[in-house]
């Protein structure tokens, strides 16, 4: 059952927005795994598919907690927004959907203002692309975003440490892939621009 409305949540909700292929999903599971290592007691995460295909637009949804939670539905009111693609900013429309205390992440070489997000409460912009690139995170010519943007997640939420997130890429990436997505999601822990509003 949902927590009741007006009430502090119990929970913190993340919604991951990318385009197949990208990582969102990946992105997703690595945070559960991360808050599974400091943890957490409470962690569900859950992909959600529209056109099953390379470079349609997927979600994934992911509820932490200290507490045990045992909350399924997909995402509706989050914390945190990432978004892996900016190409989706006109089709998510954001700032109409979601409340401006969210914050938000974005894969960008842009502003807030620029991106017509410079309402919400805090932000962080980095360019993951580029750095996916430079680093060799490339599947048939497309840059995957997922561990890149995990810096930016540490940075700018204070949920997970950085080494736990670098445990989890560990377990998930093997040798010398590994060490790519550690040194791309160190370079955008780094370079993420922060702005806050107020």
Known sequence: MADEPGKA?????VIWYGRGGQGAITASQLVAEAACIEGYKGITTAPSFGAERRGAPVAAFLRLSREPIRIFSQVTDPNIIVVLDPTLLPILDLRTRFDKNCTVIVNSTRDPVELHLDGFRKMGIADITSVAVENGLTIAGVAILNTPILGAFVRL?????????????KNKFGG?????????ARIIYDSTRIYERG
């Open 9 to 13: 949540k119990k929970y913190t909700e």
């Open 157 to 169: 939420t204070d949920l997970i440490g950085m080494p736990s997130i670098e445990t989890a890429i």
């Open 176 to 184: 010398g892939k590994a060490e790519r997505n550690l040194a791309a």
